[in-house]
Nanobody
Framework: QVQLVESGGGLVQAGGSLGLSCAAS????????MGWYRQAPGKQRELVADITSGRTRYADSVKGRFTISRDNAKNTVYLQMNSLKPEDTAVYYC???????????WGQGTQVTVSS
């Protein structure tokens, strides 16, 4: 089992910045993918960004504004969100995917609200 604890989120005006963190604990493995997903009311959950040992992937809507990073020693993934827009408003979920076991684990979600 893997436990994910998210922190960050909150209310910010358009153009502002927020940083999210997600720490993994438990039966973690080195071969994993960690990422961030978001879900707005009435919409499907979508990938925001994810990261492996050496690769990153971003949704087109956040490229150039968001940066994902990880600290393997701390089993922590970060999402720095700059130039936030109202359409970024959603609940953001941390995801941990074990390549070895093909198992997924999710954080509790944190609300990000961007006011216009």
């Amino acid at each position: 089992q893997v436990q994910l604890v998210e922190s960050g989120g909150g209310l910010v005006q358009a153009g502002g910045s927020l940083g999210l963190s997600c720490a993994a604990s438990g039966s973690t493995v080195s071969t994993n993918v960690m990422g961030w997903y978001r879900q707005a009311p009435g919409k499907q959950r979508e990938l925001v960004a994810d990261i492996t040992s050496g690769r990153t992937r971003y949704a087109d809507s956040v490229k150039g504004r968001f940066t994902i990073s990880r600290d393997n020693a701390k089993n922590t993934v970060y999402l720095q969100m700059n130039s936030l827009k109202p359409e970024d408003t959603a609940v953001y979920y941390c995801n941990y995917h074990s390549i070895w076991t093909r198992s997924d684990y999710w954080g509790q979600g944190t609300q990000v609200t961007v006011s216009s």
